[in-house]
Nanobody, 122 residues
Framework: VQLVESGGGSVQAGGSLRLSCAAS????????IGWFRQAPGKEREGISS????????YYADSVKGRFTISLDTAESTLYLQMNNLAPEDAATYYC?????????????????WGQGTQVTVS
């Protein structure tokens, strides 16, 4: 599985960004794919994920109501729309995925990772 993120950048507080993750190489029809972030000196945090088996979505409390995850299955691209960004949202954002049933925000459940894209909020 290959995951390539894009869409990071610098934005002022209160602004918006949309991250993209181009995915390829999946086998099977069901998988969990999601977004994680890691700020300097902090642990990696699960932000949001989606399970293709039933389209269930999961969000961390820190981003509920501000971030929206979506998956374009035709384009095999995962998106994260981020609105009302705050300085504490600044981090490197990673796309991650794993095949099989179920889904979570636990990084240890994910086997494939992208290279990350940087988000800066001033």
């Amino acid at each position: 599985v290959q995951l390539v993120e894009s869409g990071g950048g610098s934005v002022q507080a209160g602004g918006s960004l949309r991250l993209s993750c181009a995915a390829s190489g999946f086998t099977g029809s069901s998988y969990c794919i999601g977004w994680f972030r890691q700020a300097p000196g902090k642990e990696r945090e699960g932000i949001s994920s989606i399970y293709t088996g039933d389209s269930s979505t999961y969000y961390a409390d820190s981003v509920k109501g501000r971030f929206t995850i979506s998956l374009d299955t035709a384009e095999s691209t995962l998106y994260l729309q981020m609105n009302n960004l705050a300085p504490e949202d600044a981090a490197t954002y990673y796309c991650a995925a794993r095949s099989g049933s179920g889904c979570s925000l636990n990084q240890h459940d994910f086997s494939s990772w992208g290279q990350g894209t940087q988000v800066t909020v001033s």
